[in-house]
């Protein structure tokens, strides 16, 4: 037995104590192959997946490395069969491999021939294969290249791409730091992304994923096309990218449902490529308007199902995924990993905090007590209908408006899911609402008007969940949101984690019906911040009123 801060276990867990000596050191070893699952005070947390060793290994890690970083820091002895399991798994990727033939265009060979027999009984794979060129080799239809790496890492046998990328149409891109600079991990990021090709960078909100973006795009010079998540999303990209780079505000097109501009960077929203009419996509064109040579898919844990449907045509160009959280409630990393590539780099929240970039913050729960009518309404409702209720609880009213009390003069966001409590709270509060039939004009001024001060309270649907740049916002007050999302907690805290001129700390509020779904939705959401390792505390709202 060692002094190792690793405890290894046979189901597949790596417990890291945090306070042992050599855990930083331990923890950077087994980053590349283990996802950090819970982050508490004193013993972190990870789990070894096959996805997790097979993004490993694509991205440059080997079996031996993995086995080493658990063994020389594990207390105890590694159990054998996970070792042995560990060799064999990722042994499993680039047995089969994708290509260019000098002959034959697109290729899929392997180093074992029985898996190329098996994979060729694949009825859902066959229909993407040609003819047969060899034992070793059979050919691929170009279009099918994402959607065969998708169905070959679903049947457990993923595949190294090696087919490379084409250049796209050059356009003159570069970097203008004057009065600010690339942070370190921002320029290591974009590296680890050039470096590998494609693949997704995982950085918190308030990092600066923009700027690893820019980066991108100065090393590839070439015409870019970013998918945004919203408008407001993309016009904050065109003025980062105005203010940062070479790039003039003509060179910028926006693609969104107001505009439809095609240039040499277009910045395009998920909802207008994802609209149908008449049930077909008719904005598909623009991934064939111009020879894109990069694309930039922001929040890439939010891409939309029918977007992976055509990124899979989008193979030939080097795409880079950006984003606050690997984490997908609907459980599609895997298609993330084989249609935009493996994780290239990712940085703990809490080290980016330390050092400085984003602001720390205390996460409280404050709970409080429905009214006796709600409460029987509550226990008497079908099960679809109970989740509203206790969201909606107008004993929330009084809690918000005392916490708003409590940082008077603060940037504060009152944030919810239901349009209705969102209306009362601004009555109640005496402030604007943004939502989703707000306009994209009034939004902008509204949000302008909180970042420089004139407005200290916005109340705001979920559209103010992503991308949405308010640097000063210091308190987050969520009263309902998607149900037990973590996807979400991660994007509602990132709202508060731009680090502030005066250093101040940041304070983000869940504000919960006890006795009810809403509590066991608040204790999912909180595996988020546990994740991040943030300390979450809980207290009542008659101990908030009465401090």
């Known amino acids: 037995m060692s002094n190792g801060p690793l405890i290894v276990q046979s189901d597949k867990t790596v417990l890291l104590e945090v306070d042992q000596d050599g855990a930083e050191q331990a923890r950077t070893a087994i980053a590349p192959f283990a996802e950090l699952e819970r982050a508490p005070e004193h013993v972190h947390t990870y789990r070894i997946t096959p996805l997790a060793l097979w993004n490993a290994r694509a991205a440059g890690h080997d079996a031996e490395q993995v086995v080493d970083a658990l063994v020389s820091n594990s207390r105890f002895p590694v159990p054998q069969p996970l070792l042995v399991d560990i060799v064999d798994t990722m042994g499993r990727f680039g047995r089969l491999s994708i290509a260019n033939h000098p002959a034959h265009g697109l290729v899929l060979s392997t180093t074992d021939r029985p898996v190329l027999e098996e994979i060729l009984r694949n009825k859902k794979i066959v229909p993407m294969l040609g003819s047969r060129i060899d034992e070793d080799t059979v050919i691929v239809h170009p279009s099918e290249r994402g959607r065969l ?122 909802q207008v490529i994802t609209r149908r009419t008449k049930g077909e996509y008719r904005h598909l064109e623009l991934f064939d308007s111009r020879d894109w040579g990069l694309v930039v898919y922001d929040e890439v844990h939010l891409l939309p199902a029918p977007v992976f449907r055509m990124t899979a045509d989008l193979q030939s160009r080097r795409r880079l995924g950006l984003t606050a959280t690997l984490v997908r409630e609907d459980g ?177 509020y869940s504000v919960v ?18 994740e991040q390792g943030y300390a979450y505390t809980i207290t009542d709202a008659d101990d908030l009123r009465n401090p």
Request: glycine letters at 8%; aromatic letters at 8%.
């Open 149 to 270: 790496k998708q169905q070959l890492l679903k049947v457990g046998w993923p595949a190294e791409d090696l087919a490379g990328y084409v250049d796209g149409e050059a356009h003159p891109i570069s970097l203008h730091e004057e009065g600010w600079a690339l942070r370190d991990y921002q320029r290591q990021a974009a590296k680890a992304f050039w470096d590998g090709g494609s693949g997704v960078v995982v950085l918190p909100c308030g990092a600066g994923k923009t700027l690893v973006g820019a980066a991108a795009m100065a090393q590839a010079e070439a015409t870019t096309l970013i998918l945004v998540t919203n408008t407001v999303a993309g016009r904050q990209w065109k003025r980062e990218l105005v203010a940062r780079t070479s790039l003039t505000e003509d060179e910028i097109g926006e693609y969104s449902g107001e505009r439809k501009e095609i240039r040499p960077i277009t910045i395009a929203t998920y």
């Open 332 to 508: 599609r990393e895997g298609d993330v990993f084989s249609l935009i590539g493996p994780k290239r780099f990712d940085v703990p929240w809490r080290d980016i905090e330390a050092q400085g970039w984003i602001a720390p913050a205390e996460c409280i729960e404050v709970r409080t007590t429905m009214t006796e009518a709600e409460r029987l309404r509550y226990a008497t409702a079908e099960s679809d209908e109970r989740y509203k209720i206790c969201s909606t609880a107008r004993t929330k009213l009084p809690v918000v408006r005392s916490i708003v009390d409590k940082h008077a003069g603060e940037p504060t966001l009152v944030i919810g899911a239901y349009l209705d409590q969102l209306d009362e709270l601004g009555g109640e509060l005496e402030c604007p609402v943004i939502q989703g039939s707000t306009k994209n004009a009034e939004r902008e001024k509204l949000f302008d008007q909180f970042r420089n001060g004139e407005l200290t309270t916005l109340v705001v649907s979920k559209v103010a969940n992503f991308s949405i740049d308010l640097p000063e916002a210091t308190v987050a007050i969520q009263v309902s949101g998607t149900f037990g999302s973590r996807q979400e907690e991660a994007q509602r805290l990132g709202r508060l984690l731009r680090p502030k001129e005066d250093g101040r700390q940041a304070h983000f």
């Open 513 to 530: 019906a006890r006795d009810t779904l809403d509590t066991d939705y608040a204790a999912h959401r909180q595996r988020f911040l546990a």
